[in-house]
């Protein structure tokens, strides 16, 4: 099975910027969606941003309403390695962030099913 790790979660002050990654350890398809899920306390776990990996280093990307602006989702193909660039974070954006994999991808909507999920990286802004 394909193993997902999430690094770059911290604690910082609204206003401020982190940037997430996760590395595949393999990607067994070529065409395939990469995600950022996060699950705060009481609150089920939502879509933040989803990308599409074929052929092309990068593609269609998808981000919840509340990120758009702020928060950017990228694919390093080469690494297997995906990033979330997150700007201005505010109090609402801490969470557990979790990158997941979804091998038959195209359309890279949140409601898909993601097999392959990581560990999860805590960001806390206060």
């Known amino acids: 099975h394909v193993q997902l790790v999430e690094s770059g979660g911290s604690s910082v002050q609204p206003g401020g910027s982190l940037r997430l990654s996760c590395t595949a350890s393999?990607?067994?398809?070529?065409?395939?969606?990469v995600a950022w899920f996060r699950q705060a306390p009481g609150r089920e776990r939502e879509g933040v941003a989803a990308?599409?990996?074929?052929?092309?280093?990068?593609?269609?990307?998808y981000y919840a309403d509340t990120v758009k602006g702020r928060f950017t989702i990228s694919h390093n193909t080469a690494k297997k390695t995906a990033f979330l660039q997150m700007n201005n974070l505010q109090t609402e954006d801490t969470a557990m962030y979790y990158c997941?994999?979804?091998?038959?991808?195209?359309?890279?909507?949140?409601?898909?099913?993601?097999?392959?999920w990581g560990q999860g990286t805590q960001v806390t802004v206060s």
């Open positions: 393999e990607y067994t398809h070529t065409r395939y969606c």
């Open positions: 997941a994999y979804d091998p038959w991808g195209s359309v890279c909507t949140f409601a898909r099913t993601y097999d392959y």
């Open positions: 990308i599409y990996s074929g052929l092309r280093a990068s593609g269609a990307t």
